[in-house]
T-cell receptor
Framework: GQQLNQSPQSMFIQEGEDVSMNCTSSSIFNTWLWYKQDPGEGPVLLIALYKAGELTSNGRLTAQFGITRKDSFLNISASIPSDVGIYFCAGAPPYNQGGKLIFGQGTELSVKP | DAGVIQSPRHEVTEMGQEVTLRCKPISGHDYLFWYRQTMMRGLELLIYFNNNVPIDDSGMPEDRFSAKMPNASFSTLKIQPSEPRDSAVYFC???????????????FGPGTRLTVL
């Protein structure tokens, strides 16, 4: 089946630094989504992307839908301690029967004050 | 507005016991999803419903797992009998048709952490 390769698996950064993570696939997707999961909680939707090339921001977060439709990246600018958590990408394959998503393995972000 | 509600938040049981996890989706959402999350396998889709009807249960591990959605505001995931390898966090999520014509924006509940001893 389709799989998403998310990288890096983990990041340790200093507060104030910018962060970049990405997801790639061998197959195309119609939608890319980015979620954040805090410890002990469920994933929370950050950004949804629907068109190849689309660039969308949500505060300090910016995500892009790759033009090949096989990748997406998420950038976090000027990181702060509350950015700590696990970030997941998710993709909706073509003809995905109403909302069925494939999730990446996650990028665990640690921010040192 | 209330988000997706799951209960219990934590469940500890012994091998062989029946476990029932509960979910109340966001009002007005047409789709409901059950996921399992483990360190080894990440987030796995178990089953999902559209308008209370199961659409795809190919992710259900085996016959010990069953899910129902008797109405638009309630779903259950049952494991009978439970085994230690079922220990995981189980999430329920729901989605609705957005203005962009998509059901892909799923909203997750806080999860149920299940431990089977």
């Amino acid at each position: 089946g389709q799989q998403l390769n998310q990288s890096p698996q983990s990041m340790f950064i200093q507060e104030g630094e910018d962060v970049s993570m990405n997801c790639t696939s061998s197959s195309i997707f119609n939608t890319w989504l980015w979620y954040k999961q805090d410890p002990g909680e469920g994933p929370v939707l950050l950004i949804a992307l629907y068109k190849a090339g689309e660039l969308t921001s949500n505060g300090r977060l910016t995500a892009q839908f790759g033009i090949t439709r096989k990748d997406s990246f998420l950038n976090i600018s000027a990181s702060i301690p509350s950015d700590v958590g696990i970030y997941f990408c998710a993709g909706a394959p073509p003809y995905n029967q109403g909302g069925k998503l494939i999730f990446g393995q996650g990028t665990e972000l640690s921010v040192k004050p | 507005d209330a988000g997706v509600i799951q209960s219990p938040r934590h469940e500890v049981t012994e091998m062989g016991q029946e476990v029932t996890l509960r979910c109340k989706p966001i009002s007005g959402h047409d789709y409901l999803f059950w996921y399992r999350q483990t360190m080894m396998r990440g987030l796995e889709l178990l089953i999902y419903f559209n308008n209370n009807v199961p659409i795809d249960d190919s992710g259900m591990p085996e016959d010990r797992f069953s899910a129902k959605m008797p109405n638009a505001s309630f779903s259950t995931l049952k494991i009978q009998p439970s085994e230690p390898r079922d220990s995981a966090v189980y999430f329920c999520a729901s989605s609705f048709l957005t203005f962009r014509g998509s059901y892909n924006e799923q909203f997750f509940g806080p999860g149920t952490r299940l431990t089977v001893l």
